[in-house]
Nanobody, 119 residues
Framework: QVQLVESGGGLVWAGGSLRLSCAAS????????MGWYRQAPGKQRELVAS???????NYADSVKGRFTISRDNAKNTLYLQKNSLKPEDTAIYYC?????????????WGKGTRVTVSS
């Protein structure tokens, strides 16, 4: 059974930083492609950042230069370092995994962690 458990969310002031973590189990973590999605109030879920099994990364334009996605295969853990946070980064952040890189929809989702950025 696949489990993705996010942590690290919370309340932060604009300009601050947070690091989200996602502990994965039930998958061959090192072989899977991982990602972070977010859903802001009243908006559709969007892909924030992704990282392939080989370590290649991709970011939404809105977070480029501020967010960094990384993975620790030895710990089966995915990270999202978020700097220079803005109120518009307020959302629930979801960890995702997929086995096929070209797949448009992740295979599995975590339950999410809430991030609130206050101005």
């Amino acid at each position: 059974q696949v489990q993705l458990v996010e942590s690290g969310g919370g309340l932060v002031w604009a300009g601050g930083s947070l690091r989200l973590s996602c502990a994965a189990s039930g998958i061959f973590f090192s072989l899977n492609h991982m990602g972070w999605y977010r859903q802001a109030p009243g908006k559709q879920r969007e892909l924030v950042a992704s990282i392939t099994s080989g370590g290649s990364t991709n970011y939404a334009d809105s977070v480029k230069g501020r967010f960094t996605i990384s993975r620790d295969n030895a710990k089966n853990t995915l990270y999202l370092q978020k700097n220079s946070l803005k109120p518009e980064d307020t959302a629930i952040y979801y960890c995702t995994t997929k086995r096929i890189q070209a797949a448009t929809i992740p295979d599995d989702w975590g339950k999410g962690t809430r991030v609130t950025v206050s101005s």
